[in-house]
Nanobody, 115 residues
Framework: QVQLVESGGGLVQAGGSLRLSCAASRTTFSRNIMGWYRQAPGKQRELVAAITGGGSTNYADSVKGRFTISRDNAKNTVYLQMNSLKPEDTAVYYC?????????WGQGTQVTVSS
C-alpha cells in the first residue's frame, strides 16, 4: 500500500513563504506523476501543481509564478515551494499519486495565510 506523508504547513503572513514536503513509501516513485492539491473550506479539492517522473510540471493559473513543484527521486519526496502567499491560498494541502490505477492521498497539511 502506497503511503504519502505531508509536512511543512503552518501559519504565515501574506507575502510569506512555506515549503511543503511529501514523503512517499511503497511506491514506484520515480515513475509516478506526483501532484499537490488543496481544499479550502466549502470548496472542492483542486489541483495546484503536478510533476512527472521526468520533471515536467504544470500549475494552476492561480499559483503560476509563485509556487514551484519539484521532486527528489533518490529520497522519494516531492516538494511544493510556495512564495508570495495570499490569504486565498489558505487550505488543506494534499499530496497525491496514482499507481496501478489506484489514487492515493496523504493526510493533508494545513496552510493558513493571514492578511
Amino acid at each position: 500500500q502506497v503511503q504519502l506523508v505531508e509536512s511543512g504547513g503552518g501559519l504565515v503572513q501574506a507575502g510569506g513563504s512555506l515549503r511543503l514536503s511529501c514523503a512517499a513509501s511503497r511506491t514506484t516513485f520515480s515513475r509516478n506523476i506526483m501532484g499537490w492539491y488543496r481544499q479550502a473550506p466549502g470548496k472542492q479539492r483542486e489541483l495546484v501543481a503536478a510533476i512527472t517522473g521526468g520533471g515536467s510540471t504544470n500549475y494552476a493559473d492561480s499559483v503560476k509564478g509563485r509556487f514551484t513543484i519539484s521532486r527528489d527521486n533518490a529520497k522519494n519526496t516531492v516538494y511544493l515551494q510556495m512564495n508570495s502567499l495570499k490569504p486565498e491560498d489558505t487550505a488543506v494541502y494534499y499530496c497525491n499519486t496514482r499507481q496501478d490505477w489506484v489514487s492515493y492521498w496523504g493526510q493533508g497539511t494545513q496552510v493558513t495565510v493571514s492578511s
